[in-house]
């Protein structure tokens, strides 16, 4: 079991050392310090700042895309090629093959993660880009879990890639919208609002707040209690263990 899914983990790190991948992230860090420069320069004061604060956020999320977008082109390309075909009529179990993607997928975030903090080592303190670090690593997990499992259940590129962007906006934006509903300006009495209050904490039940994680104060301001990253470490784990039970389950109900 262990030898399998340790298989297609490698083939999926070795086909992403071997396509544009490495180069892709690099020129991203390359154009968003570039950017961080040039923003730190029109600043008139506190340059360092703005630089950090540029830098992290814009990586933040070019992070996510790469990530997401390279997980879901990578299996969509297996589904089109008949690869998951062959490779299921040589009797691999399918948990196996979702494992091994998974943990290639895995390696792939926490490469990225470490490539996205190292520049800020000269500009932040070194415990704080390791708590950032950290937590845009299980970040990055998290929503390559999500979108393997999206791509086993619409099995095409676009439908899959839009519900991983809105997931994750919707995600980045659950805390503000709870405030929003908790406080409306007018109408906090009528039934819609009460249904959707409800509908909002529901989806609060359900998705990750990631405006809590990763956050460029941490850099700029003052870093996390390693109690609070602690929490978000757990929190990564679980919903990476609940999507990948999810995509196993998907994958075992389809014929291929």
């Known amino acids: 079991m262990k030898s399998r899914i340790a298989t297609i983990a490698r083939f999926t790190l070795l086909e992403a050392a ?3 991948l490495p180069a892709l992230a690099l020129l991203a860090l390359a154009i968003l310090l570039g950017a961080a420069f040039f ?5 008139i004061a506190e340059s360092g700042r703005f630089q950090v604060g540029f830098y992290a956020a814009g990586m933040r999320f070019a992070a996510v895309f790469i990530v997401a977008f390279y997980a879901l082109a990578s299996v969509a390309r297996e589904f089109d090629d008949k690869g998951l075909d062959m490779l299921l ?4 179990p399918r948990s196996h093959y979702v494992m091994g993607k998974l943990a290639g997928f ?3 975030a926490a490469a990225l993660a470490c490539t996205a903090s190292v520049p800020l080592l000269w500009s932040a303190p070194v415990h704080a880009v390791l708590q950032w670090g950290i937590s845009l690593g299980f970040e990055l997990a998290v929503v390559t879990a999500l979108a393997l499992f999206c791509i086993i259940t619409f099995n095409h590129l676009l439908p899959a890639a839009s519900f991983v962007m809105a997931f994750y906006l919707l995600a980045r934006a659950l805390t503000a919208i709870r405030l ?3 406080k409306p300006v007018s109408g906090d009495d009528t039934v ?3 249904v959707a209050g409800w509908v909002v904490e529901g989806l609060a039940l359900l998705l990750p707040a990631l405006d809590g994680w990763t956050q460029t104060a ?6 996390a209690a390693w109690a609070e990253a602690g929490a ?3 929190q990564g784990i679980l919903y990476v263990a609940l999507l990948a039970a999810a995509a196993m389950f998907d994958i075992h109900r389809k014929n291929f």
């Open 18 to 20: 071997r396509t544009r």
């Open 39 to 43: 923003v730190g320069q029109l600043a």
């Open 89 to 92: 009529a040589l009797d691999l």
């Open 106 to 108: 895995l390696g792939i």
């Open 180 to 182: 929003m509903s908790a």
């Open 192 to 194: 819609a609002h009460q």
């Open 218 to 223: 941490w850099l700029v301001d003052q870093p």
């Open 232 to 234: 978000l470490v757990a």
